[in-house]
T-cell receptor, first 114, second 115 residues
């Protein structure tokens, strides 16, 4: 158990819908990361937050947005969902926000878009 | 921009045999290097990381990796594997520049250990 929690574990929805994925970092960690794992794209970095502020951005679609709240939990919002958005979405957290800090991964949320 | 190549998508090996999982990277700047393991239906767990110093890095579960700057490689090895090592292994890089952290992952290598 990494100490990072993600809810829900599974999510099944239809095309065109909007969903919110939630992540609670390990106690004391200030940085949160979101990754997408799919069969065709592999593991891709989406976005990083540090203490409430966006720190780095990766291959995140404009239909996707994220935020980190004052209590440090984070949410990833996915809208206008397409079949290709079906994937495993991981959240990770680290103490600091720099590259040397170990990232601890949550168990993931499996999103299925029908 | 960085990229990571894991040449072997699958590596079958018998229990107690040695194994090497290959990883090559490409980057125009200095990088940190990582190996993560993903067991079925679980998140990723850090096996080991190279930040600086000794090029031979020891990790958890008896794994080690060697950083070779001239060959831009960071191969993962274990002298004797166990059935419980069956999992997906990901090599990743992160550049040193700036205050942000962004892992770029390889496509993964599925290690299948059999009796």
């Amino acid at each position: 158990d990494s100490g990072v929690t993600q809810t829900p574990k599974h999510l099944i929805t239809a095309t065109g819908q909007r969903v919110t994925l939630r992540c609670s970092p390990r106690s004391g960690d200030l940085s949160v990361y979101w990754y997408q794992q799919s069969l065709d794209q592999g593991l891709q970095f989406l976005i990083q937050y540090y203490n409430g502020e966006e720190r780095a951005k990766g291959n995140i679609l404009e239909r996707f947005s994220a935020q980190q709240f004052p209590d440090l939990h984070s949410e990833l919002n996915l809208s206008s969902l397409e079949l290709g958005d079906s994937a495993l979405y991981f959240c990770a957290s680290s103490v600091g926000g720099q590259a040397a800090n170990e990232q601890f991964f949550g168990p993931g949320t499996r999103l299925t878009v029908l | 921009a960085q990229s990571v190549t894991q040449l072997d998508s699958q590596v079958p090996v018998f229990e107690e045999a040695p194994v090497e999982l290959r990883c090559n990277y490409s980057s125009s700047v200095s990088v940190y290097l990582f190996w993560y393991v993903q067991y079925p239906n679980q998140g990723l767990q850090l096996l080991l990381k190279y930040l600086s110093g000794s090029t031979l890095v020891k990790g958890i579960n008896g794994f080690e990796a060697e950083f070779n700057k001239s060959q831009t490689s960071f191969h993962l090895r274990k002298p004797s594997v166990h059935i419980s090592d069956t999992a997906e292994y990901f090599c990743a890089v992160s550049d040193l520049a700036g205050t942000a952290s962004k892992l770029t992952f390889g496509t993964g290598t599925r290690l299948q250990v059999t009796l």
